[in-house]
């Protein structure tokens, strides 16, 4: 999957709540995630533009594990690229995997997240511990569909929630001084 995303950093949530109830946008759900984020012993993740994390997000009585991959960015606009991500059951052994193979543990990045669906688009409230509050509207694409007309999506959105600078293309990570 080839995920379109653009995210804009906000001094806080207030303005914005309020156009996505204007816009008729409803939240799907609050979650709480933990990203824990690796390096590769075969190559720099922080050379290549690359991602490689274990995400764990409360679900129930449990947690929902996620693996995940995320591609170099593949313009210069926003953070497009391609991602793979699969559901694991156990986020302790998943880690043991990665690390028996040589990868590392770098951060763990902690943030709540708001989640509202537009139609195909997902817009993220995220406030990232040591980081700061951000929006982030994205939409997954199929390979080798074009992402121009999701961008230019994206961007009237982002529009008309009153958001008209402020973006960024750096990751978490690297808002971290990390990668």
């Known amino acids: 999957m080839i995920e379109v995303e653009v995210k804009a950093r906000v001094t806080d949530f207030k303005e914005v709540k309020k156009k996505l109830s204007q816009m008729g946008v409803l939240k799907v759900k609050t979650e709480f995630q933990e990203d824990i984020y690796y390096n590769a012993p075969h190559r720099d993740f922080a050379q290549t533009d ?5 995400r764990k997000i409360p679900h129930n009585n449990g947690f929902k594990i996620f693996l995940t991959y995320k591609g170099a960015k593949m313009d210069d606009v ?3 690229r391609k991602e793979i991500e699969v559901s694991v059951e156990n986020r302790e052994d998943t880690a043991s ?5 040589g990868f590392t543990p770098v ?3 902690k943030k709540e997240r708001m989640i509202y669906q537009l139609h195909d688009l997902v817009i993220c ?3 990232v511990e ?3 509050t951000f929006v982030e509207i994205e939409r997954g694409l199929k ?3 074009d992402f121009q007309d999701s961008l ?7 529009r008309k929630l009153g958001i008209t600078d402020g973006f960024v293309r750096k990751s978490y990570l690297e808002l971290l001084g990390i990668h």
């Open 97 to 101: 995997i990665l690390e028996n193979l």
């Open 143 to 145: 390979e080798g569909e």
């Open 125 to 127: 409230l995220d406030d």
């Open 130 to 132: 040591g980081v700061g």
């Open 78 to 80: 926003s953070k497009t």
């Open 152 to 158: 230019e999506e994206i961007f009237k959105t982002y």
């Open 50 to 54: 690359e991602a490689l994390r274990i």
């Open 107 to 109: 951060v763990t990045i």
